[in-house]
């Protein structure tokens, strides 16, 4: 399961952190990853900026703006799917 943390600590939630959340959630069911990913909220993760913060995993993102959520969606969360399918079928 690969955890996606979008903070909704003030500073990003006057910057879209909820419909960020939205788009990520519509494009993991588009997908079908619902039982792949998992998206939960966070409180102010000390990266406030003219965007979101938000986490795939271990790594850190800030200034993400709802508008991103697509290529955001595919070229960072995808991409950790699909490693993390690569590394299963090494096993
Ligand atoms: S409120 Fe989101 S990083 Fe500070």
Redesign the pocket.
């Known amino acids: 399961m690969l955890l996606v943390t979008i903070?909704v600590?003030?500073?990003?939630s006057i910057r879209g952190s909820d419909e960020l959340a939205s788009e990520i959630q519509r494009f993991i069911e588009k997908e079908n990853l619902a039982d792949s990913i998992e998206i939960v909220g966070a409180f102010?993760?000390?990266?406030?900026s003219k965007g979101v913060?938000i986490r795939v995993g271990e790594r850190q993102f800030?200034g993400i703006l709802p508008e991103d959520a697509e290529s955001f969606f595919y070229r960072e969360i995808m991409s950790c799917i699909d490693g993390q399918a690569e590394g299963k079928q090494n096993d």
């Open positions: 903070c600590g003030s500073s990003c102010c993760m000390d990266a406030c913060s800030s």
